[in-house]
């Protein structure tokens, strides 16, 4: 990861951000404002389906029986001054890091990393739950509440 303290800012991505992303953004945001980290938190999407919406009910659903408000997030699509302008740019799985790599400009591709390499998971990805039921997103909301603890220890312990 990068170098001591230079940890500002952190976006993350998925397919759609209508669920995956912004429900990492919610939870994140929640919990480094419970860390006392003050960073500029951020999510975004690689395809450009849902532009405007809202987060999918389902994830707000299952984000707010946890204690986290998703319901003021708006979704958009990854652009190209998002690789300059964010510290850190995390995808939710293999695919969207695949696909960040073919529009990211080289001298940002070290920003890259998956989201589950910061959890200690049988999980290597966050998986789509968009054709899931319930369990698909609660286990989504699970997954990124471990990849987020593990984030946060990790940038607490640079500053
Ligand atoms: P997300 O889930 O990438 O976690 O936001 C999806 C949202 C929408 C679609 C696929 C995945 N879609 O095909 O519209």
Same mark, same amino acid.
């Given at each position: 990861m990068a170098k001591s303290g230079t940890i500002n800012s952190v976006l993350f991505v998925c397919l759609g951000n209508i669920c995956r992303s912004p429900t990492a953004e919610g939870v994140f945001a929640t919990k480094a404002k419970q860390a006392g980290l003050n960073l500029r938190i951020d999510s975004a999407g690689t395809a450009g389906y849902h532009v405007g919406a809202a987060p999918d009910k389902r994830s707000q659903d299952v984000a707010r029986a946890s +204690? #986290? /408000?998703? &319901?003021?997030l708006k979704c958009r699509r990854v652009t190209e001054s998002d690789f300059e302008s964010f510290d850190l740019i995390i995808p939710m799985d293999r695919e969207n890091e695949r696909n960040l790599h073919k529009i990211c400009p080289d001298e940002y591709k070290h920003k890259i990393y998956l989201m589950m390499k910061f959890a200690n998971s049988e999980y290597d990805e966050v998986p /789509?739950? #968009?054709? &899931? +039921?319930k369990r698909g997103f609660e286990l989504v909301l699970t997954l990124i509440e471990q990849a987020s603890d593990g984030l946060i220890a990790r940038i607490a312990k640079m500053t």
């Open positions: +204690g #986290y /408000d998703l &319901s003021k /789509d739950p #968009y054709y &899931s +039921g």
